[in-house]
């Protein structure tokens, strides 16, 4: 088969779409992102405050605690967005109390450091 000039540019304007398509695609992503940790913020700092003093003694460690546990639960929570933007910070905390049982200690480490480093829910 011998590809005539119309050929060509129908190849041209498929393979513009697909690479319209996967541009488009990462740009909402990266505003979805931006707007979830816009909503996490509070929670994130509370996070942040807790695993730093993840080591503390328990007179220490469980006001930070507390002050997650408000960030990341309760009525001001439920609404369907700020639902989906705490569900790492949550799972982070899940990781962070796991961290203070000796035998999750090494397995919560690598998740906790995953978790202040780029706040969200991965092992560093």
């Not at 509070?42 to 503390?56: G, N």
């Not at 639960?73 to 949550?90: F, K, M, N, Y």
Request: aromatic share 10%; charged share 20%.
């Amino acid at each position: 088969m011998q590809l005539r000039p119309r050929h060509f540019i129908l190849l041209a304007v498929v393979i513009g779409l697909f690479v319209y398509n996967i541009i488009h695609h990462r740009h909402q992503q990266r505003a979805a992102l931006q707007q979830t940790n816009t909503l996490a913020d509070p929670a994130w700092s509370a996070f942040d405050k807790a695993a730093a003093l993840r080591d503390a003694p328990d007179a220490t460690f469980q006001p930070a605690f507390a002050t997650l546990r408000t960030a990341t639960e309760g009525p001001a929570t439920t609404a369907p967005d700020i639902e989906q933007a705490l569900s790492p910070v949550r799972a982070c905390k899940t990781w962070l109390y796991f961290y203070r049982t000796p035998q999750w200690r090494d397995n919560a480490t690598k998740h906790i450091n995953g978790c202040t480093k780029y706040h969200r829910d991965t092992i560093d």
